[in-house]
């Protein structure tokens, strides 16, 4: 069972950046993929992005430029950096891992991003 806590949410400003991080603990040897879904209000949860353990990287079309994702495979961390950010961006963030498809969840952070 692998248990994930993401941090790092909060209140910015158009235009503003924000730092994700998703700390795994478990069974952490079981992922090899892990990344980030949002879901804004009256929306369904969609992709922001997934890195592999080897590095390789995914983005949906609406976080390529802005947004990046990194992992430290030592710290079972990923983190995802959002800069330019604008009002589409506001949604709580979950972070999810797994062997390939992500299957545990946390619980998710909200991101707000103000005008």
């Known amino acids: 069972q692998v248990q994930l806590v993401e941090s790092g949410g909060g209140l910015v400003q158009t235009g503003g950046s924000l730092r994700l991080s998703c700390v795994a603990s478990?069974?952490?040897?079981?992922?090899?993929?892990m990344g980030w879904y949002r879901q804004a209000p009256g929306k369904q949860r969609e992709l922001v992005t997934v890195i592999t353990s080897g590095g390789s990287r995914r983005y949906a079309d609406s976080s390529k430029g802005r947004f990046t994702i990194s992992r430290d495979n030592a710290k079972n961390t990923v983190y995802l950096q959002m800069n330019s950010l604008n009002s589409e961006a506001t949604a709580v963030y979950y972070c999810g891992a797994g062997a390939g498809v992500l299957t545990s969840w946390g619980q998710g952070t909200q991101v707000t991003v103000s005008s």
């Open positions: 478990g069974s952490p040897f079981s992922i090899n993929t």
